[in-house]
């Protein structure tokens, strides 16, 4: 069974910093790309960063761009996000995602190009 599974979410104060982290376990992505979503409490989920099979192309949206580092290590199977400089628009759940059909794919921001997808990790940005 294929599960992804969030980590290092929490509370932090406005200009703080939290790194996530994705575990994978059930099947290796490597060579395929991965990203993170969020959702807002209320709103539709957006996306974050994505990140290619082997780390020499990554897109951010732009309100997280220069804050905001994707990077991935396919020996752990595992996907980061560090966030510095955090906002109180931040505050959402994060998600990390997978894709498989799309070997040596670019990194996508729609939401319908991953397969597989975590639960989730809790991030609160106090002003």
């Known amino acids: 069974q294929v599960q992804l599974v969030e980590s290092g979410g929490g509370l932090v104060q406005a200009g703080g910093s939290l790194r996530l982290s994705c575990a994978a376990s059930?099947?290796?992505?490597?060579?395929?790309?991965m990203a993170w979503f969020r959702q807002a409490p209320g709103k539709e989920r957006e996306f974050v960063a994505a990140?290619?099979?082997?780390?020499?192309?990554?897109y951010y949206q732009g309100s997280v761009k220069g804050r905001f580092t994707i990077s991935r290590d396919d020996t752990k199977n595992s996907l980061y996000l560090q966030m510095n400089n955090l906002r109180p628009e931040d505050t959402a759940v994060y998600y990390c995602?997978?894709?498989?059909?799309?070997?040596?794919?670019?990194?996508?921001?729609?939401?319908?190009?991953?397969?597989?997808w975590g639960q989730g990790t809790q991030v609160t940005v106090s002003s």
């Open positions: 995602a997978a894709d498989q059909r799309t070997l040596y794919g670019a990194p996508i921001s729609r939401a319908n190009n991953y397969d597989y």
């Open positions: 990140i290619n099979w082997n780390s020499t192309s990554r």
């Open positions: 059930g099947r290796t992505f490597t060579n395929y790309a």
